[in-house]
């Protein structure tokens, strides 16, 4: 049996399987500490001789190109008895992975598994089977806010029958966010019947030329009924938080990709489809609790140090040290303005 230190404080993610069953796992991020326990106690108390036991932490990428044999991206193990025996009560051995390299989130998709477990053995000899126990975390990652973040603006149509104009508000959505945006009928000479918005998501894995890509519509909403007229505007908004999503993942070990696209659909009256794909990047958000723990460590690293002879007269006034969320590099300019007044003082 394995057992883990912090199981009572350490939260837990209920994932779900093909199947309809689901799992409590311990969550965890890239570079936690995983301490615990593996406890072995032989039937009705017996001694049991063995040639080591091991404990090991594994990631993995299960595809069904792999034919069962699966990728293992990471294996860190730890010896936690030489040969010898087990008897009466068993033995409990700790062991413990210090700020294990996690950098992968744990994905289950619909053709493709990435998982952390761990793994403990018992070595036996002669004609004796290993004993082996299984117990699989789940790694969540959280991702820093996007530097750059543009509307998407496109013009599509078709020559002297329909042009449009969607914009999307942003092109990175973290996972609760809420998609806006507006379709805009510059041309309109097609019976539009109705107007549909999906978002779909695509896994790829497999190497070339043996590339597989599976396709799931996520959602599928009508944002339009009826013929729409030269001019009009159509809103869009979607609302991320009602669906079960994950970040993009792209060329995940060279292995396999998970992208996102918003597919604009209008359909005539002769059940014609005419759309547009796009897609977007989708990110996941640190709870408000960690990401404020992050932005008080940032303001407490000191900045790299860029003097300069306009900045030596305020460097030697203040000696608080600065730090990389200073006010001097705030966005409405407050900072500056000060800096300028104190520069007239003097």
Excluded at 22 to 44: A, I, M, Q
Excluded at 90 to 95: E, M, Q, R
Excluded at 102 to 127: C, D, I, K, P, Q
Excluded at 296 to 309: F, G, H, I, L, V
Aim: with cysteine; net charge negative.
């Amino acid at each position: 049996m394995i057992n883990l230190d912090d199981a009572a404080s350490r939260p837990k993610v209920t994932v779900k399987y093909k199947k309809g069953s689901s799992e409590d796992l311990y969550r965890f991020t890239n570079h936690d500490n995983v301490r615990g326990t593996v406890c072995f106690v032989p039937k009705d108390g017996k001694r049991v001789e063995h040639l080591g036991i091991r404990v090991q932490l594994i990631g993995q990428i299960e595809t069904p190109a792999d034919h069962g044999d699966h990728f293992e991206f990471i294996s860190l193990q730890c010896t936690l008895a030489e040969a010898g025996a087990i008897e009466g009560r068993g033995v409990t051995l700790p062991f413990e992975f210090l700020h294990a390299d996690m950098v992968n989130e744990s994905y289950n998709g619909t053709s493709v598994r990435l998982r952390y477990f761990l793994r403990a053995t018992m070595f036996r000899g002669g004609f004796s089977s290993n004993v082996v126990k299984d117990m699989d975390i789940w790694v969540v990652n959280y991702d820093k806010p996007p530097q750059m973040n543009n509307t998407i603006k496109m013009e599509v149509g078709i020559e002297d029958c329909l042009h449009i104009e969607f914009e999307y508000n942003k092109s990175k959505y973290h996972l609760k966010d809420v998609i806006i945006g507006k379709v805009y009928f510059l041309l309109v000479r097609l019976r539009i019947k109705h107007m549909e918005l999906c978002l779909i998501k695509r896994e790829t894995y497999g190497q070339p030329p043996n590339v597989v890509t599976e396709s799931e519509t996520l959602t599928k909403f009508e944002i339009m009924d009826g013929a729409p007229v030269k001019g009009e505007s159509i809103p869009v908004r979607l609302f991320l938080d009602h669906f079960e999503l994950t970040p993009t993942y792209k060329d995940v070990q060279s292995k396999f990709s998970v992208k996102y696209y918003l597919n604009l659909v209008l359909v005539d009256e002769d059940d014609r489809r005419y759309f547009k794909q796009q897609e977007i990047n989708l990110w996941r958000r640190p709870p408000h609790r960690l990401a404020k723990q992050q932005q008080e460590a940032a303001k407490k690293e000191p900045a790299s140090s860029t003097s300069s002879e306009e900045a030596a007269p305020a460097a030697a006034a203040n000696t608080t040290p600065a730090s990389e969320d200073a006010p001097a590099t705030s966005a409405n300019g407050e900072s500056g303005e000060s800096g300028a007044e104190e520069r007239k003082k003097e």
